[in-house]
């Protein structure tokens, strides 16, 4: 079976600092990873993935995420964080390689403050 | 694109009733759907996968009985909560996925949150 981890239930940020969220992951095979963004009383709405090519993927709202295939990490950055961007993040890969189910990590709590 | 909805997105019923949730691709065919119940500040726990035509695939420890799911056409599926008892009570959220080439997308609906009283 293929997981993801993220190792912080929570992370602060001041406005306009870059923002880190991270995720390692433990797949058979090529990764493909997700992350995904969650907002209060709604569902999850898709940021980016990672499927093969350049280890810098660039997904919505200014969000990026760096592959690395040696620390087994796709953690997802932003430049310079928004207020707006204080949400629950969550990074995701298939339950098993070539399965269209997904094992999510337990969620990060990104807060932004002003 | 990749819209995905779900109805209603709020519903309050009775110990004992059955409520009928619905989710939607409205712009894209799914080749699957699933369906997804997050308690608070935990993470999504995969209930159910469901393909059109096919009885839907439970997770180990969920009530196919207690959670009727019926993929009626490529574009919707319903979860259906028979006999909802307050344990019942949660963020249920369904998720729909695309195919682009060889790889699939899962696009989530905007979540539907059942209190049963």
């Known amino acids: 079976a293929q997981s993801v981890a993220q190792p912080e239930d929570q992370v602060n940020v001041a406005e306009g600092n870059p923002l880190t969220v991270k995720c390692t992951y433990s797949v058979s095979g090529n990764p493909y990873l997700f992350w995904y963004v969650q907002y209060p009383n709604r569902g999850l709405q898709f940021l980016l993935k990672?499927?093969?090519?350049?280890?810098l993927v660039k997904g919505s709202y200014g969000f990026e995420a760096e592959f690395n295939k040696s620390q087994t990490s796709f953690h997802l950055k932003k430049p310079s964080a928004l207020v707006s961007d204080s949400a629950l993040y969550f990074c995701?890969?298939?339950?098993?390689?070539?399965?269209?189910?997904?094992?999510f990590g337990t969620g990060t709590r990104l807060t932004v403050i002003p | 694109g990749a819209v995905v909805s779900q109805h209603p997105s709020w519903v309050i019923c009775k110990s004992g009733t059955s409520v009928k949730i619905e989710c939607r691709s409205l712009d894209f065919q799914a080749t699957t759907m699933f369906w997804y119940r997050q308690f608070p500040k935990q993470s999504l726990m995969l209930m159910a996968t469901s393909n059109e035509g096919s009885k839907a695939t439970y997770e180990q420890g969920v009530e196919k009985d207690k959670f009727l799911i019926n993929h009626a056409s490529l574009t919707l599926s319903t979860l259906t909560v028979t006999s909802a008892h307050p344990e019942d009570s949660s963020f249920y959220i369904c998720?729909?996925?695309?195919?682009?080439?060889?790889?699939?997308?899962?696009?989530f609906g905007p979540g539907t949150r059942l209190l049963v009283l």
């Open positions: 995701a890969a298939p339950r098993r390689a070539g399965a269209n189910n997904l094992f």
């Open positions: 990672y499927i093969t090519g350049d280890n």
């Open positions: 998720s729909a996925s695309r195919r682009s080439g060889s790889y699939e997308t899962q696009y």
